[in-house]
């Protein structure tokens, strides 16, 4: 044993030798890039961003939304970055998913440590900007995007013991952030930063590589920096830049709000409503569940986010329909943001039910490692199940039937699954049409389509719809409504 030990540390080394003989790359990176005179840096410059997690197939990029104006201020001292963005939208969303949005909107992101928050505008021009929304989810994304700039990374670098290799191109740099987030890079021949991946934790894909390409390096005003700035999230675009311009050393002080300092996470709640008998709308977030009471098991409708609130749906699922097991999942849609507790679901040992564009997708999902945030799946390595469904498919137990309806002509996603209880009279239905707040207040322009898609689809399967259950939203609706705020005037069934 100790034999093996000696000669282990021989041969590692012997491998760090030949980099130990050059000339420190991470320092002429530093000396080119003039990291070590950087207290704070500004950039700015516009492009695109792109919504992770909402492409109209597994297979397909990330939408794509125009970014007009992009800034960032980073204060390297205090660890702290506050981004600027003024997305753009004309009158038609990208293919694909994404919050419906018209005209511009102000996104004002920031961290500071292990602390992140949005900012948002003022209700009037004018008027007192809404306190600071904590977002803790995002504070790592936040931080590994601020040591993952040039001049962060060779900060980093430095204050993390790197280690070096030679790799194609350059040098291979790698270190933790915190202790627990791996970021490698490659500085180039030139003493560029050219390329940085790191990886976060992402309840459905895992350890998600996050991978940022810096290319055409040149003198902005006394600092050197690349021109353009690409990120890619999961393999896809997710942040594409050209930079205007950038300030060394400007003011840069952030703060940590205090409501941000104090905020406690919101309680997981799951209320159950009964809209028959033994169907239940699960609610309490911001994506809601169904439970559908079969013979001898439970088919569950959508899981959201994260583990802990998709174990509060299952349980509360349980607790409304006492002793028998969730034998089938079904998923609306691949989204990420209804996908959140798909590993739970799987983990819990229920048949995965979707449209057969997601199996490959799904297949992944199960095994993926979760290193940064072992979850329940990750331990038990349970296998998943997948039964695929075409344009239409049926769960039945002899007396109750559940159908499921693939939405043709439906911009937002190509795989979306609309259930459809024919005795009960009731259809559920996440995106494509959420009852606004009240009765009287149109939907967003860009989410008409959506709503005439799910309209027409109604017509085109002669679905007999009583109630609209949305999994999103307060209400539930009714085709009259749909009909009204799809524009299709008063057709109602
Ligand atoms: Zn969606």
Known sequence: MRKFTISMALVLAFAAGPSAQQADPVKAAAGALGAGALKTLQFTGSGANFSVGQNFTPAEPWPRVAVKSYTA?????????????????????????????????????????????????????????????????????????????????????????????????????????????????????????????????????????????????????????????????????????????????????????????????????????TLADGVFYLTGGSHHSLAVEMKDHIVLVDVPQPEQRALAVIAKAKEVIPNKPIRFLVTSHHHWDHLGGIRTAIDEGATIVTHQTNKAFLERVAKTPHTINPDRLSMSKRSVKIQTVGDMGKLTDGTRTIELHRLTNYEHTGDMLVVYLPKEKILAEPDAFTPPATPTTPLVVTAVPYAVALYDNIKRLNLDVQSIVPLHGARTGDVAELARLAGKGNAGN
Request: glycine letters at 10%; proline letters at 8%.
């Open 73 to 273: 201020s980073i204060n390297f001292d205090t660890g702290s970055l506050r981004q600027e963005l003024v997305r753009e939208m004309g009158t038609t969303m990208p293919r694909g998913g994404g919050a419906p949005f018209t005209g511009e909107q102000r996104q004002i992101q920031v961290v500071s440590g292990n602390f992140a928050w949005n900012l948002g505008a003022p209700a009037q021009a004018g008027g007192a900007p809404p306190p600071a929304a904590p977002q803790p989810g995002n504070a790592v994304e936040r931080m590994l995007m601020l040591w993952a700039t040039p001049q962060g990374f060779v900060k980093a670098a430095m204050a993390n013991n790197a280690t070096t290799r030679k790799a194609k191109g350059g040098t291979e740099v790698s270190f933790m952030v915190g202790g627990r987030y791996k970021m490698t890079g490659i500085i180039n021949t030139q003493n560029d930063v050219e390329r940085v991946q790191t990886w976060i934790d992402q309840p459905i894909v895992g350890d998600m590589r996050v991978e940022t390409a810096y290319s055409g390096y040149k003198d902005f005003g006394g600092v050197r920096f690349p021109s353009r700035i690409v990120q890619s999230q999961d393999g896809y675009p997710s942040l594409d830049l050209t930079i205007a311009t950038v300030t060394a050393n400007p003011a840069v002080d952030i703060s940590v709000p205090d409501n941000v300092r104090t905020a406690q996470p919101a309680p997981v709640a799951v209320t159950s409503q």
